[in-house]
């Protein structure tokens, strides 16, 4: 013994010795309690709803030399991992769903080492529970069979649910959705179900119940939130019939009929009742208690009443009986019972069917002849037919209707009882119309009303219709339109108009004429309606393009109607392009162009459309000419007299071209002028006027509508001042000299003439001097560079002799803004002509509008 304690010993110094020498311990986990969250996850909970991903622990320990430390987390083989560990920072991770239900305790093997030692321990991780769960019935599904007299308040089932919850979240309390007709309630903790209180079940009602039950659990949280769960269920509740109910008769009420031809046994009503306890019925038995009159029994089990006498031996003609029928139980005692009423009535066979009877006897057919469109109203008096019924009473009541084109006939009486004579009346008088139909026909029906059989009878009513010329012609269209080429040749067909007459014979033969402004060119054919041309006709569009006119269908008895005819004569090209005169003089400005015109006499786009061209021009190559207008003018290069005079080689600056116009119809025609054309070079012009017109020489109504003006306010002027004049001077009731006097001409001067627009100068200003023969003849002989003497107003002519008598003062003519003239004379008015050389082209203009000027001046004083 003292051996062995001092091997023990021996071995504690050795390894006291060992350890102390080497200083290297094992490292080890900290212990925080159960309730915290780091440490080695010794009785660790977890809740079952905690998410997958979560950090739940935190793995927590340390070596005693300082060393790092890394840790570990196994579970055994075959089990689930529900955990990862971070081997460095000791988190843990839920890496699965829990589930409370299946497993609330999972084991698990957590290891922390240094790199030398390491420790494993073993914990076991609880799983809490949260309210996943739903209540689940028990025993489903849910039938019950209870009979209809239970009473109020009895238990007749109890339903289960059952929650895998714990806690509240397990307990499970019941209750009913709400019905307005519920007749059942339920314990809310034990799920007895019962018979609501106050009410009964009945069969007859309601057969079965459905009944939906609620299971709720307590309640609890469930991923941070509280949640309450439910399950509902449905209770089929079956009422087992009792017997409370008395039996019924089903089609009531009940009429039966005895006819003329029964016998003794002869079948008039069957009855019929049933138990009112449907599910459990008992047999029913028939009898009679009252009203038969000992001439009617019924079969006590089948309900069915016969008669047991000859309808001729009944004393009335009504019989009320009264029937009885009971509840049997199998030991053929009666029970409950309904009594209900037969009514049989004795009535006469309907064995006559309803006959159409004619003047010879029955009869079938009836037919007539007759005129088309008689008045609305008119009875058919070719018709002579009666209809019978042989029976009595209401077996002898039938209808009359007439079947065939709606609303055009009507037939009266529309009711008979027994006998009637039948009138046949026209309601629409449209429908009767020979052109629609040559034969109507119809279907007189005569059928029974109030009788079982519903006999009927029929007769085929004809009407042959005679035709009446009750229509006019009407044409085919309201207008025609036809085109027709010019020069047509005499008698061509235009256009076939047609009119229909659906009347027969004469009435529907349609004669055609026509009338009206322009008709007399054309003709048509009286019977085919074909319009043409008079033979004599040559039809112009240049001329008149457009003709319209009326024809006329009239039938033989002059009935008639009208259409129009629109005629367009089509223009074709028949005239060639013309120029006013086949050589043409023109003088061109250069940088203004000329223009040559062509007419063309067509009628018609693109007929008389005309495009110009140059054919030969000598010397060539120094025009163009626009093809649209016919502008002619210099090519744009050609700027100055100095390069035509070098094109030409000549000093006259003339040209001559042969100009085409052409025109676009087809075939298309031309026509060619030879153009002389001066050309000139524009010299410029001063003072404003000459600017003005220089600027206005490309558009000459500018300048025509200045002088316009002008003259227009001169004139007014004139007027205001005159009428000024008059209104002083005939204050005084005589005419006063007013500014100027008029004085005797002296007897040396020289008469003035003036030289009219129509005479010939070889100077444009010539028309403008106004002298004397010697004038004249200096005029002539004087250099023509030599400016001519601008013209002076002319002279006063003498004053009239006077015959005023000494005593008297004379009277002198005042004057305004001119001065008196003899007969024959001309007044000119005083315009001084501006100097410097005018274009000829610009000239001619001016010149024209003062000459229409002075002669409208001149012919103010004659």
């Known amino acids: 013994m003292k051996k062995e304690k001092k091997t023990h010993a021996l071995l504690f110094l050795l390894l006291l010795h060992f350890t102390l020498g080497q200083s290297d311990y094992a490292p080890y986990f900290y212990d925080d309690g159960p309730g915290s969250t780091s440490g080695n996850m010794a009785l660790f909970s977890i809740s079952e709803d905690t998410p997958v991903g979560s950090q739940i622990y935190v793995l927590n320990g340390t070596d005693p030399e300082g060393d790092p430390v890394r840790y570990g987390l196994t579970f055994e083989k075959g089990s689930k991992v529900y955990f990862r560990v971070e081997p460095k920072s000791g988190n843990v991770t839920l890496t699965q769903e829990l589930d409370r239900e299946k497993q609330d305790e999972i084991s698990v ?85 019962r018979v609501k209180p106050g009410e009964t079940l009945d069969y007859e009602t309601t057969p079965t119940h459905f009944v939906t039950v609620v299971a709720k ?22 009422v087992i019939d009792a017997q409370d109910m008395p039996p019924s008769f089903v089609g009531t009420p009940y009429f039966g009929y005895v006819y003329e031809v029964s016998v003794p046994g002869s079948e008039i009503f069957t009855v019929y009742a049933k138990d009112g306890d449907q599910g459990n019925p008992n047999p029913i038995r028939y009898s009679i208690m009252d009203g038969s009159d000992g001439v009617f029994d019924i079969n006590g089990t089948s309900g069915c009443i016969t008669l047991t006498t000859f309808p001729s031996l009944l004393r009335n003609e009504l019989y009320e009986i009264k029937v009885k029928a009971s509840e049997v139980r199998p030991n053929d005692q009666l029970l409950d019972y309904d009594i209900t009423m037969v009514t049989v009535r004795v009535v006469d066979l309907n064995n006559h069917p309803p006959t159409f009877y004619g003047e010879n006897g029955p009869q079938s057919k009836f037919e007539v002849t007759m005129y088309e469109h008689p008045p609305a109203g008119e009875i058919l008096r070719g018709f002579k037919i009666t209809v019978n019924d042989s029976d009595q009473g209401a077996n002898a009541k039938f209808k009359l209707r007439l079947v065939g084109p709606s609303r055009v006939l009507r037939v009266v009486p529309q009711t008979v009882l027994n006998e009637a004579q039948v009138t046949i009346i026209v309601e629409d008088t449209s429908g009767i119309d020979y052109e629609k139909g040559q034969t109507l026909s119809f279907k007189l029906l005569a059928v029974e009303i109030d009788t079982p059989e519903r006999f009927s009878a029929t007769a085929d009513i004809v009407i042959n219709l005679l035709d009446k010329n009750d229509n006019i012609p009407k044409f085919t269209y309201e207008y025609y339109i036809a085109r027709v080429p010019e020069n047509s ?117 693109p007929n008389n459309v005309i495009e110009y061209s140059i054919m030969t021009a000598d010397p060539d190559n120094a025009f163009d000419i626009n093809a649209d207008t016919g502008e002619i003018q210099l090519k744009s290069y050609i700027k100055s007299m100095e390069i035509v005079q070098n094109i030409t080689k000549q000093k006259d600056c003339k040209w001559s071209l042969v100009v085409q116009a052409r025109d676009r119809g087809s075939p ?113 002989n004087s250099s023509p560079r030599t400016k001519p003497a601008p013209p002076s107003a002319p002279c006063l002519p003498p004053p009239p002799p006077s015959t005023a008598r000494p005593s008297e003062r004379p009277w002198a003519v005042p004057t ?24 000829s082209a610009l000239v001619s203009e001016l010149k024209m509008k003062l000459e229409q000027k002075i002669n409208e001046n001149n012919q103010g004083y004659y």
């Open 109 to 193: 093997l957590v290891s922390i080492t240094d790199g030398r030692n390491k420790v494993v321990e073993t914990v076991r991780v609880f799983v809490t529970d949260a309210n996943d769960e739903h209540p689940e019935f028990q025993n489903l599904p849910f039938i019950i069979d209870i009979p209809e007299d239970t009473a109020a308040g009895s238990s007749i089932y109890r339903v289960q649910a059952v929650d895998k919850d714990m806690g509240s979240g397990g307990s499970v309390s019941y209750y009913l959705q709400a019905s307005p007709f519920a007749k059942f309630t339920i314990d809310g903790n034990s799920g007895i179900l």
């Open 816 to 839: 305004i803004s001119g001065a008196l003239a003899s007969k024959g004379s001309k007044k000119v008015k005083s315009n001084r002509r501006k100097e410097g050389n005018m274009s």
């Open 489 to 605: 040749p005499g008698g061509s067909s235009i256009v076939s108009v047609t009119a229909n007459d659906p009347d027969s014979g004469p009435w529907g033969e349609v004669k055609y004429t026509i009338y009206g402004s322009g008709s007399d060119l054309f003709s048509i054919h009286p019977s085919s309606g074909l319009i043409s041309t008079q033979p004599w006709t040559s039809l112009d569009a240049e001329l008149r393009s457009k003709y319209n006119f009326y024809v006329k269908a009239e039938d033989s008895e002059g009935k008639y109607s009208l259409a129009e005819v629109f005629i367009t004569v089509l223009d074709m090209n028949d005239h060639p392009p013309a120029f006013d005169h086949k050589h043409l003089e023109k003088t061109l400005i250069i940088g203004t162009p000329v223009r040559v015109e062509a007419v063309d006499e067509d009628a018609e786009s």
């Open 217 to 238: 659990d307590g309640g609890g949280k469930y991923k941070g939130k509280h949640q309450v769960l439910t399950a509902t269920a449905t209770i089929t509740v079956n």
């Open 668 to 780: 298309s025609f031309s026509t060619t002028a030879v153009v002389n054309i001066d050309i000139t070079e524009a010299t410029p012009l001063k003072g404003p006027m000459a600017a003005f017109l220089m600027k206005s020489r490309d558009n000459p109504m500018r300048a025509l509508g200045m002088v316009t003006v002008i003259i227009s306010a001169l004139v007014g002027v004139t007027v205001l001042i005159s009428t000024a004049m008059y209104m002083r001077n005939s204050k005084s009731n005589r005419i006063l000299p007013v500014r100027r006097i008029i004085k005797r001409r002296p007897r040396d001067r020289q008469t003035w003439t003036f030289q009219m627009p129509g005479i010939k100068f070889n100077n444009p200003a010539d028309k403008f001097l106004i002298g004397d023969a010697e004038g004249r003849h200096q005029r002539d």
